[in-house]
């Protein structure tokens, strides 16, 4: 009799639980799947106990499901105690946009081939963890990137020239990690949309190429790399630049003829090898910032705009420079 009575207990209990659980339970199965193995290759961490096999994955933490297709379209990790390499599973979640791993200082290996699978994503920000090895070339497989952040690892190697096969970029951080080689001529040759560029403290030789000349960029941050050469022909008056800081290289160019465009708020170029003159234009300009300091310039600092607003500190340390606001040309 026992038995007989548990199952039709049991049955009473199934067919009112399991109908309601079914109905209300968003969660693709397969993204349920990938996610508990992901949850199992990071040794099961504290930030992802609400990842319970139970529950709907559409309630789960870190994660986000699109409200009308159901699938996991976010997957956002950051500032947790994680130790290891990002789970290879990462590619069964195919349906992603948005892919976080942040200030996971125990997070290691490489940037995965998984990744390559995802190719619906438009963020990817794998940034503050110890990842190493190269910036893959399999990144530019990924044609939805709208905003790509590998900033503060420990990446090596150099820029992959096929990074600029990334039509819808609007910024590339690959700033503070351990680069090495020449910037890629590439970089100078977005077709579509012509991403902010964020490459400092890394460990960048050569000169910039030329063909960053020919885009119209609006953000060029490559301050502390060991940059050489000329940078003129990022100016000009028909260029659109705003924020511009390439300190601490070791440009060497002369500025007295640099012509400088309107939309320039932002100009760093301390600590380099740069010569010559303060072109007059720069008093024409509505500068938020500007700091030449620890170059080679000389002459009287223009009169005008913004140039006498600015502390001393953005001036000193250059062969011969005079005038407010630092001493008076004799
Ligand atoms: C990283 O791992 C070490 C060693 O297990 C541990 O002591 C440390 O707390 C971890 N840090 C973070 C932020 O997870
Ligand atoms: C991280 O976890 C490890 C062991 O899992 C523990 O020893 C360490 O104290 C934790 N660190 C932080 C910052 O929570
Ligand atoms: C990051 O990795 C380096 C070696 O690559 C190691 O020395 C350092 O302790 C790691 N940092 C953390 C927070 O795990
Ligand atoms: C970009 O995303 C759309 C849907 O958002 C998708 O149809 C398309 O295949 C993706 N592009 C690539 C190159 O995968
Ligand atoms: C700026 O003008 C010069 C000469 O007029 C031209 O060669 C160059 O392509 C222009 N640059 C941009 C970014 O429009
Ligand atoms: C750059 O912008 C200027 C001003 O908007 C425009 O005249 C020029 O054609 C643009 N150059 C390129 C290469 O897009
Ligand atoms: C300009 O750069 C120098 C060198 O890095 C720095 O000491 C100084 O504070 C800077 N000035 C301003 C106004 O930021």
């Known amino acids: 009799m026992m038995p007989l009575k548990i199952s039709i207990l049991s049955l009473i209990f199934l067919s009112q639980t399991i109908p309601a659980l079914s109905a209300k339970e968003r969660c693709n199965p397969n993204d349920k799947k990938a996610l508990l193995q992901i949850k199992k290759s990071l040794n099961n961490p504290y930030q992802l106990a609400s990842w319970d096999p139970s529950t709907d994955c559409c309630d789960w933490y870190v994660v986000q499901c699109d409200p009308n297709t159901n699938r996991i379209v976010q997957f956002n990790l950051f500032s947790a105690n994680i130790s290891g390499q990002i789970p290879a599973a990462i590619a069964d979640l195919p349906f992603l946009e948005t892919l976080v791993f942040r200030k996971l200082t125990n997070l290691t290996g490489q940037i995965p081939e998984a990744i390559s699978k995802l190719t619906n994503l438009k963020l990817l920000r794998l940034s503050y963890t110890n990842l190493s090895g190269p910036i893959p070339t ?46 890629p001529d590439s970089l100078g040759k977005f077709t579509e949309k012509v991403p902010d560029l964020y490459l400092s403290h890394n460990h960048l030789t050569g000169s910039v190429p030329r063909s960053l000349g020919d885009l119209n960029f609006t953000v060029l941050d490559f301050s502390r790399n060991q940059l050489e050469g000329d940078i003129s022909f990022l100016f000009g008056t028909n260029k659109t630049i705003q924020i511009l800081d390439f300190s601490r290289n070791m440009l060497e160019f002369d500025l007295t003829k640099v012509e400088f465009p309107e939309s320039l708020t932002s100009l760093d170029l301390n600590h380099n090898r740069i010569m010559g003159n303060l072109p007059e234009g720069l008093s024409q300009l509505n500068l938020q910032y500007l700091n030449v300091s620890y170059n080679r310039l000389c002459g009287q600092i223009p009169v005008g705009g913004q140039l006498q607003s600015f502390d001393a500190s953005s001036y000193v340390h250059n062969k011969c420079l005079c005038g407010a606001p630092l001493p008076p040309c004799n």
């Open 138 to 183: 399999f990144l530019s497989q990924l044609k939805n990137l709208t905003f790509l952040d590998l900033s503060f690892n420990d990446l090596s190697g150099s820029i992959p020239p096929s990074i600029s096969n990334l039509p819808n970029l609007d910024a590339l951080h690959l700033d503070r990690n351990k680069l090495t080689g020449s910037i």
